[in-house]
């Protein structure tokens, strides 16, 4: 997940848990590694009716991939991987010899990414050349026109700040005891920035895609008109907020400290991202669709998975803002917050739900 100054205007980053421990990013991410296997049929097709290689090419054919947010895990080559089989099945359609493409790969993701462990763990027969490219990509990252496709997963929905209304006691938009968007107001505040980091990511990649070049995004969305008492993803993060709360009962914590931490993230209904892609004007929409990945069964095991992933994701954020003291109880009360909610199993909550956009860049003039 690529972004930096995620926390107010600090220009200190937040990645995933590095390293490949027990509470590790590489360990658990096993939620985004569904949705990126759930995709992987509909990339396929996509590619295959809409890359024009043709057009993206000059000679000589080196084919140029960048995955933006790439962390840390293993999730990264598989999805760079299902990119290249997809191209080079495309190439060989058209009659073309395998040994006249070659691949570059750019992975992606902010300077204190921990790329050792990446780039330690490289495929050893991979068929492409690699690169590690540190940065925020709500900002350049490439020379123009110098990309033929980027992807991004799970990592757009990541805020590149946390709103500043949301942190002010003087605000509508203050988002008192809570570390996510409930009210009106706050959720407004959210919408208006991630609007405006998507601008900027698209103006980005808007010079550095070819003409004709594809971009595909994954993240967590919304359904469109849900009630947020209903919808889990939302309420799973009003539980972490409430176990933030417990801790400061506890006297673990300051109540004022949770009352200036946000999580900075928003998850945009499909129409919402759409309408923020159409007026950037310079990609197509190619398809853009809602899947969901199944419920938890009501079993320990699965509630202990999913909470190690919310860690995994979070801990380098908690740690900058609260210490490392609060950390074991955080998550033991959690832990008990979510099992009691049967937020994962229970029918009545709506399922998480991910989004999967393709785009292709439209000819520049």
């Known amino acids: 997940m690529a972004n930096e100054e995620r926390h107010g205007s600090s220009n200190t980053s937040f990645p995933m848990r590095s390293g490949e421990d027990k509470y590790s990013y590489s360990r658990n991410s096993h939620y985004q590694k569904n949705g990126a296997d759930m995709v992987k049929t509909m990339m396929l097709k996509e590619i295959t009716e809409k890359l024009d290689l043709e057009q993206c090419f000059s000679s000589p054919r080196l084919f140029n991939v960048a995955d933006l947010g790439c962390s840390i895990g293993p999730n990264t080559f598989f999805v760079v991987q299902n990119i290249i089989d997809a191209v080079e099945l495309k190439h060989q359609a058209l009659g073309l010899s395998k ?58 929905h990541w805020l590149s700040k946390i709103p500043k209304q949301v942190l002010d006691r003087n605000s509508p938009a203050w988002n008192r005891g809570r570390i996510h968007y409930r009210t009106k107001e706050v959720k407004e505040a959210f919408a208006a920035q991630f609007a405006e980091d998507m601008k900027s990511f698209l103006e980005a990649r808007a010079e550095e895609v070819v003409s004709g070049g594809l971009m595909a995004l994954i993240l967590c969305g919304q359904p469109s008109g849900t009630d947020p008492s209903k919808c889990a993803i939302r309420m799973l993060f009003e539980l972490l907020g409430f176990s933030f709360m417990d801790m400061a009962k506890m006297g673990l914590t300051d109540e004022a400290k949770v009352d200036s931490f946000n999580l900075p993230l928003y998850f945009p209904a499909k129409e919402e991202l759409e309408g923020i892609i159409q007026n950037n004007g310079c990609f197509d929409i190619e398809k853009a669709e809602v899947f969901h990945q199944s419920r938890l069964e009501a079993k ?63 000819v520049k003039k």
């Not at 690169?131 to 026109?145: E, M, Q």
């Not at 909470?307 to 009360?333: P, V, W």
């Open 99 to 156: 040994s006249d493409l070659e691949f570059q790969v750019f992975f992606s993701d902010q300077s204190s990414n921990d790329f050792n462990t990446l780039f330690r763990s490289l495929p050893p027969e991979r068929r492409y050349f690699a690169s590690g490219v540190p940065g925020t990509f709500y900002g350049r990252l490439f020379p123009k026109a110098s990309l033929h496709f980027a992807h991004c997963s799970y990592a757009v």
């Open 300 to 362: 320990n095991h699965d509630v202990q998975k999913f909470i190690l992933m919310i860690r995994s994701a979070f801990e380098m954020l908690i740690c900058e803002n609260f210490g490392t003291q609060i950390l074991e109880q955080l998550f033991q009360r959690f832990t008990e917050r979510v099992t009691e909610s049967g937020i994962l199993w229970y029918s009545s909550y709506s399922p998480f739900i991910d989004l999967f956009v393709f785009l292709k860049r439209k």
